[in-house]
């Protein structure tokens, strides 16, 4: 019987290879992040559509409740990208995950506090560049994945290019859900995987009841892509909302906070997605990815980790 290495990110191990991936707006809270961080993985809260008091405050809440692994993901295209991170790190975030974007600076904030940077990676020219500038980690991140991809090929398709770019850990993002994922995904290379949708379905999850019943409902078919004013495609879980998009009927903007750096104007993404969390699931948006077909059900985080061990476990070799 094969056990789930540790996983370590500059000076800091988990000791499950796990890190939950950060869900903005407002699913992947305190509570989540600590849970994971509890049961042996890398717990990140979500800092987009937080003020930098309430990232501060997100923070500290976690680090309370727990004395595991708390980092934070924060998307490189949001307008206070700079002061969203300076507020992860006086909170004490253990580490920044930034998507959505690339920044140099991040590096260098996150330096002078000690702390390491794990940019999100759709290419190996990125993850080499990251490298570079100082990541102690990146996260490979497929067209499974949910919310912005930035990339049209699957995990596995991209892993052994980035492997070759970097010496750095690559962690493996996109349609991982089970622990025979985790094993597939570690064989391939992989020093971890990073997991969102299968987390936005647990109790700790700060996403509404409703909001976690799309994802225990949903089916292959019900999995899309949508236009995001990002710039990115995004992938979301079929609904009213979602339908109207792909006819070309966006809502007007009633008040824009200009809340990211470029954005397209289609519609205001922050409303969707904050609706959704509001538990809106008609005319909000609910990303997810493609594993979200392979979620049956709302465990605890605990339960859920327990499980995924189990499975890896259990994996014969090279299965």
Known sequence: MQHM????????????????????????????????????????????????E????????????????????????????RETVHAALEGGADLIVAGAGFSRDVFQWARDAGVPVVPIVGSARVASLSERFGAAAVVVEGVEAGGHLGTDRPMLDLLPEILDAVDIPVIGAGGVVTGADIKRTLEAGAAGVQMGSRFAATVESSAPD???????????????????????????????????????????????????????????????????????VV?????????????????????????????????????
């Open 54 to 81: 309430e990232m501060t405050a997100e923070v500290r809440a976690a680090h309370a409740a727990t004395d595991g692994i708390v980092g934070v993901n924060i998307m490189v295209a949001i307008s206070a990208f």
């Open 210 to 280: 409703d909001f976690k019943q799309m994802y225990v409902d949903a089916g292959e078919d019900d999995i899309v892509l949508v236009k995001s004013p990002v710039g990115l495609p995004g992938r979301a879980i079929r609904n009213p909302f979602s339908r109207k998009m792909a006819e070309g009927e966006f809502p007007p903007i009633e008040r824009c906070i200009s809340c990211l750096k470029k954005c397209g104007k289609e519609y205001c993404i922050m409303e969707r997605l904050k609706r959704a969390r509001g538990g809106d």
């Open 5 to 52: 290495p540790a996983l370590t990110i500059g000076t800091k191990t988990a000791r499950l290879p796990i890190i939950q991936g950060g869900m903005a707006v407002r699913i992947s809270m305190a509570p989540l992040a600590a849970a994971v961080a509890e049961a042996g993985g890398i717990g990140l809260i979500a800092g987009s559509g937080l003020s930098p």
């Open 283 to 319: 005319d909000g948006l609910v990303f997810a990815g493609t594993s979200a077909a392979r979620v049956h059900d709302v465990p605890t985080v605990s339960e859920l980790m327990d499980r995924l061990v189990s499975e890896y476990e259990a994996c014969e070799e090279g299965e």
